[in-house]
């Protein structure tokens, strides 16, 4: 029996809200089809539209997540990250957080390095760091549209670098900082030392997620759940603004009400099967981004066991690979 698609089946709200369920999500990547504007790329990873709305504020539900003072919901806020951009013929290529083995200490330098040109051009004082972001209100940047080191790493960044949106020369203003820092960090002895230990230097800076908490908008999902599970910092802000409980590794005891973000949702299905067997869930609603396009499909304990013409014999539980494959 095929899972049911959201749109083929309703329920009635106060059935949702008995239901024993548990909802995943898989991360998704864009593609061709979103582009529906030639001259800039839509904002946003679709998993993190989905997450965060349309506006995508991606930088205060980061910070929200680990800053422990009260943040303005009205301010915009910018994330800095620390990145390397690897040179090829004729274009530059964003490089990912995860490739680039920064360690807290080297962003701590860098930052201190830059901190100066940061504040002076940005009129305020970082509100936070860690390893890889810095957070601090976007002030003259806050009109710039900007994409995430997540949506654009391992593509050439001419067509993801931050665009004027109603205020002209601001992506300007943007490009003579972060060109004043790569140069500062061109001799920064952090780099030297990454480049005599043959790592990438880190010669850039990028900025983006900019936006206010007051224009999130999360999915009913996020907002009705009982717990959020996963290691992505997105889901620590979403909890901490909706007060939510929020873990890292899921607890198997408490998954009726949850909906978790894993990294290897693999290893984590076999038990969710086993919980839909024995009745602790009542279904499973999976959110994936196909094509780009979000999908939710909801799965029984009877889903999990396509019919067979030997009716005689148990088939086998659909596996893992065989959900991302339909």
Not at 8 to 33: K, P
């Amino acid at each position: 029996m095929p899972p049911k698609i959201r749109g083929m089946t309703s329920h009635l709200s106060n059935q949702q809200n008995a239901l024993q369920r548990f909802t995943l999500m898989i991360s998704g990547e864009d593609t061709l089809d979103d582009q529906t504007d030639s001259s800039c790329p839509v904002k946003g990873l679709p998993h993190e539209r989905f997450l965060l709305g349309k506006k995508v504020p991606l930088a205060p539900v980061l910070l929200l997540g680990q800053f422990e003072q009260e943040l303005n919901p009205t301010e915009p806020i910018a994330c800095l990250q620390p990145v390397h951009l690897h040179a090829t013929r004729d274009h530059l290529i964003l490089m990912g957080q995860s490739q680039i083995d920064l360690t807290e200490q080297e962003s701590s330098q860098l930052l201190k390095a830059a901190l100066p040109f940061i504040e002076e051009d940005f009129q305020s004082a970082v509100l936070f760091q860690n390893q890889h972001y810095w957070f601090i209100p976007a002030g003259p940047f806050a009109s710039l549209v900007t994409h995430s080191v997540d949506q654009a790493h391992g593509r050439n960044i001419d067509w993801w670098m931050p665009r004027d949106s109603h205020d002209a020369g601001i992506a300007k203003r943007w490009r003579k900082l972060q060109n004043e820092i790569q140069m500062l960090w061109h001799i920064d002895p952090v780099n030297q030392a990454r480049e005599l230990s043959g790592l990438p230097s880190i010669n850039s800076l990028w900025i983006s997620g900019i936006g206010k908490l007051a224009d999130l908008h999360a999915p009913e999902s996020i907002q009705n759940a009982q717990y959020l599970y996963g290691t992505h910092p997105l889901l620590k802000g979403l909890a901490k603004y909706f007060q939510i409980a929020y873990c890292e590794t899921l607890d198997l005891r408490n998954i009726s009400g949850a909906f978790a973000w894993l990294e290897d949702p693999a290893q984590i299905w076999p038990a969710l099967g086993h919980a839909l067997q024995d009745k602790q869930l009542d279904e499973i609603l999976v959110i994936d981004f196909r094509s780009g396009k979000k999908r939710e499909r909801i799965f029984t304990s009877k889903d999990l066991h396509p019919t067979s013409w030997m009716f005689w014999k148990k088939t086998e539980a659909l596996t893992w690979k065989q959900i991302t494959q339909q």
